[in-house]
């Protein structure tokens, strides 16, 4: 019998191979068959469609065909039955990921309002022209860079002027560096009372706050895209930080402090401080909005005026001075929400 058991007969008592059906229907007609006749098809002793004669153990006596199907509809029953509580919980389960679903949808449509994405330049002033119309209160902006172009100006003075039409007020932060462009001093003489302009050595990334619940920052170096921020806290944040570097701001109205140091600009002064922080040229001329050949030049002339011969004597000239940001001349360092001042540890 080896080699002829059940692996050779995949089959139930539904679909008999032939060799089975053979010699099942010849026990069924004859009331009985040898034992030896089973022995290709072991299946039928499997299945208990035979089973030994008890008045004769080498014959094989017939389950009656309706036995058979009695036992093969409780089969199919049991089955279908089955199949039935499967697809209850099958059910179950989708209604329960469907919830989740809509869960997921409901926060992603929260965070979305909250924080969402502008790609491109058409979207991103199609949704400060939607903010800008909506404003009623006060506008915060901050502009970093050097010199404004006029194109850059001329970009949001739409907006501008529909803003001091219905009675905004404007505050704008700008680098020292502003003050020696006429543009922006046209913009904030055509604009009059409605904008007041303050200028510091260096300035956070731009930044524009509508009345104190929607802010826009850029998202890439090129400001290509742009974040629109709605979450309260993140936006009460930003104000924070707006309002810090405003107290530290000199009006644009007001001169430069002078440095108490003869022939060491204000300009120069920060560049001394940014030198002794270990700064490398192009790090000091985009944090004060000028190019790197004037970063240099105003360098070489620090060094200059301070009988520096390397940067290393520089360094150590800037310290004795006291240019190093830590003599009372300079403003204090600007602690941000969430900072600890250096002097409290």
Do not use: K
Request: aromatic residues 4%; negative net charge.
């Amino acid at each position: 019998m080896a080699g002829h058991g059940a692996q050779e007969h995949p089959h139930g008592a539904d679909r008999l191979c032939a060799a089975g059906d053979r010699v099942y229907s010849r026990a069924v007609r004859r009331g009985r068959v040898p034992r030896q006749d089973a022995e290709p098809v072991p299946c039928l002793l499997e299945l208990a469609l035979l089973h030994p004669d008890p008045d004769d153990m080498d014959w094989l006596v017939p389950t009656s065909p309706q036995e058979v199907m009695t036992r093969l509809l409780r089969g199919v029953h049991d089955e279908v039955s089955a199949s039935q509580r499967r697809v209850g919980s099958a059910v179950e389960a989708f209604e329960w990921y469907a919830g989740l679903g809509r869960l997921i949808h409901s926060s992603a449509g929260t965070e979305s309002s909250a924080i969402r994405v502008l790609d491109g330049l058409a979207r991103i002033q199609a949704a400060m022209d939607e903010a800008t119309q909506a404003c009623t209160t006060e506008v915060l902006t901050v502009q970093p860079g050097g010199i404004r172009r006029e194109a850059e100006l001329s970009e949001g003075l739409h907006r501008a002027l529909a803003l001091r039409g219905r009675g905004v007020r404007m505050r704008d932060l700008y680098t020292h560096v502003a003050r020696h462009g006429q543009g922006l001093l046209n913009y904030l003489e055509l604009m009059g009372d409605a904008v007041e302009a303050r200028t510091l050595d260096e300035v956070i990334d731009r930044l524009i706050l509508f009345d104190r619940t929607v802010a826009f920052i850029p998202a890439n170096t090129d400001r290509t895209m742009a974040l629109e921020l709605r979450h309260p806290a993140l936006v009460s944040y930003l104000v924070t930080v707006f309002e810090r570097l405003w107290r530290l701001a000199i009006p644009l109205s007001a001169a430069l402090p002078d440095t108490g140091i003869e022939g060491i600009s204000h300009r120069e002064q920060s560049i001394a401080a940014l030198l002794a922080e270990g700064h490398q040229d192009a790090v000091i001329a985009e944090r004060l909005g000028i190019s790197v050949r004037t970063a240099r030049a105003h360098i070489a002339r620090l060094s200059e005026t301070l009988g520096a011969a390397s940067r290393t004597q520089l360094g150590v000239r800037i310290a004795q001075a006291g240019l190093d940001g830590t003599s009372q001349g300079l403003p204090a360092p600007v602690i941000l929400p969430g900072q600890e001042s250096p002097t409290a540890r």
